[in-house]
């Protein structure tokens, strides 16, 4: 099972942060999910939200500061506890700190279709200039960018982000032609994965949290998870691995790290 950070490390660093993207890296993790939003100058930023409230505690759209404006405002309200300031960082301070990511999903949220559009150039530039066609997919709930991401560049990878059963998820990926289809795991049932895999689609999967739906969704056939928690849901499955290989043929009962953890 693939593990993907949510924001990074949601739940245990500031979300869409350079520390938190750290924090996780140095527990091993190498793929995330992060989401990108158009600064005041044009650049791509790492925010969930279209305005700065929620995650600084000052107040306005983002696109009303400018990249260097808000790498100094303080990204740890309502988020993870941290000791130390942290700001906003861009898309390229991210790229430019980890040159071994193996993959990122990059989901940009609806907002006002001139600023997607420049957003959606900036991004195709990144990818091009930097290579990153196998290990970028742009996600999105908005159709539109999506069909702007694929008519720039029709080897950059998209995802369709679904969060409602109607309209089907699977039928509107395909009409995109995405290679990916992020769902709201509480979608997810064995036979859309089935006719995802028919498709050629990465199922992948979000916000999930605990071990017990992990191993549903594990057992439904998704190929990846994104959970606020990448450092110990990476450790679970990594220990398991290890158990497994040292079982004996004859069986697992009563050898270390035959049970399964509890659902947390």
Not at 97 to 106: G, R
Not at 130 to 150: A, G, M
Request: charge should be positive.
């Amino acid at each position: 099972m693939i593990v993907y950070g949510h924001r990074g490390a949601k739940g245990e660093a500031p979300e869409n942060t350079l520390p938190g993207f750290i924090h996780a890296y140095r527990h091993g993790i190498r793929h995330f999910e992060l989401d990108l939003v158009l600064s005041k100058d044009g650049i791509p930023v790492l925010i969930h939200d279209l305005t700065v409230d929620r995650t600084t505690g000052q107040k306005g759209n983002v696109f009303s500061y400018t990249a260097d404006e808000l790498a100094t405002m303080d990204a740890r309200s309502n988020t993870s506890s941290w000791p130390r300031a942290v700001g906003i960082p861009t898309l390229n301070d991210l790229l430019d700190k980890f040159d071994d990511l193996e993959h990122l999903q990059l989901e940009v949220k609806t907002d006002n279709r001139q600023r997607l559009n420049i957003l959606c150039n900036r991004v195709t530039e990144i990818i091009q200039k930097r290579d990153l066609y196998q290990r970028v997919v742009i996600t999105s709930t908005d159709t539109w960018f999506l069909k702007e991401i694929r008519r720039r560049n029709k080897h950059i990878h998209i995802g369709l982000v679904a969060e409602r059963k109607f309209p089907r998820p699977l039928n509107t990926a395909m009409r995109l032609g995405c290679e990916y289809l992020i769902l709201n795991w509480k979608l997810c049932s064995r036979t859309l994965v089935e006719n995802a895999h028919r498709r050629g689609m990465h199922v992948s999967t979000w916000t999930v949290n605990r071990i017990h739906d992990m191993l549903q969704l594990e057992e439904m056939g998704v190929d990846s998870i994104i959970t606020d928690y990448p450092t110990s849901s990476r450790m679970f499955f990594d220990n398991r691995a290890r158990a497994l290989m040292t079982l004996p043929l004859n069986g697992t009962e009563g050898m270390p790290g035959s049970r399964v953890l509890p659902a947390g």
